[in-house]
């Protein structure tokens, strides 16, 4: 199974911060690599798909790179909304596998 | 708008079993494939189960296999989760998911999410 490794594990940052997440897979899975949002209590939201493509409705901070097995999400100015946990998730393989999460708090 | 709403979870004993349902409305049902993706206790998310257009293919997780059966009724828009043996483990929240293709297997992006249902196991 592929596994997906997120670093860090959580950050702390100030409103108009330039945040970025990171994500890596155990072995290559091209560019089949989707970002989440998930705010306490909700359920959890697509941000960005194939690796750089933005999801209908999502704000053009977030942007995504990446290919391979080394992903990186990126909040261009962090915005009071956007506090919350970050997956990344596979889609290369039979059996979708998400990181284990990326917690963004406020400074 | 699109609608996924959850329903069927509880309290249970180990080894007792549940059924989860999920409504669907908003969009074509039988154009997609459905998941369950489920999410323990201050914990992280992992896919469980997921389920082709017309049902010719499915999917399980290692941690679920042999123990639930997904399955789903396109004239209902509705998606079901079968669970049997039930285990301390699978104290979760269940979330139903709908895909962006109609087939199961790889290439699964999850882009609606219901709000969840909440599987407790324990005596």
Known sequence: DIQMTQSPSSLSASVGDRVTITCRASQSISSYLNWYQQKPGKAPKLLIYAASSLQSGVPSRFSGSGSGTDFTLTISSLQPEDFATYYCQQSYSTSPAFGQGTKVEIK | ?123
């Open chain 2, 1 to 123: 708008e699109v609608q996924l709403v959850e329903s069927g979870g509880g309290l249970v004993q180990p080894g007792r079993s549940l059924r989860l349902s999920c409504a669907a409305s908003g969009f074509t049902f039988d154009d997609y494939a459905m998941h369950w993706v489920r999410q323990a206790p201050g914990k992280g998310l992992e896919w469980v189960s997921g389920i082709s257009w017309n049902s010719g293919s499915i999917g399980y997780a290692d941690s679920v296999k042999g123990r639930f059966t997904i399955s789903r009724d396109n004239a209902k828009n509705s998606l079901y989760l079968q669970m049997n043996s039930l285990r301390a483990e699978d104290t979760a929240l269940y979330y139903c998911a709908k895909g962006t293709i109609a087939v199961a297997g790889d290439r699964q992006v999850f882009d609606y999410w219901g709000q969840g249902t909440l599987v407790t196991v324990s005596s």
